[in-house]
């Protein structure tokens, strides 16, 4: 059965960054493959683009499914230049996300 969960991290996101900001589900935040959702990530659900929802303290991708349980980062990229979020190496700040699916590992942020 798939699992279905909605990714949510605090901060501080200003306006400009509602269009700009993306995140990735991974293992491993700012390496060049960090970019990549992690496999267990169903694609059609994939929390890729904008975030769905928020506010200036908060950013949430609603929907986020995966075939299975299991630990993965939230790897988070502002999306402002030079940080375009064009590779692996700008998703370097680690998200703790919270959830059926999801468990935090590394440093919780925010």
């Known amino acids: 059965a798939f699992l279905s969960d909605d990714i949510s991290i605090t901060g501080y996101f200003p ?3 509602d269009s ?3 995140i990735t589900v991974t293992t491993e935040c700012g390496l060049p493959g960090s970019r990549e959702m992690a ?3 169903v694609a059609y659900a ?6 769905d929802s928020g506010t200036a303290q908060e950013s949430t991708w609603q929907g986020v499914t995966f075939q299975e ?5 939230v790897c988070w990229c502002s999306g402002i230049a030079p940080h375009d ?3 692996g190496e700008h998703y370097s700040v ?3 996300s919270t959830g059926s699916a999801l ?3 590394g440093r919780c942020t925010g």
């Open 15 to 17: 306006e400009v960054l």
């Open 20 to 22: 700009a900001q993306r």
């Open 39 to 41: 496999e267990a990530v």
């Open 46 to 51: 994939a929390p890729v683009g904008p975030r």
């Open 69 to 73: 349980p299991g630990t993965f980062v």
């Open 85 to 87: 979020c064009s590779s």
């Open 94 to 96: 680690r998200e703790c």
């Open 103 to 105: 468990s935090c590992a």
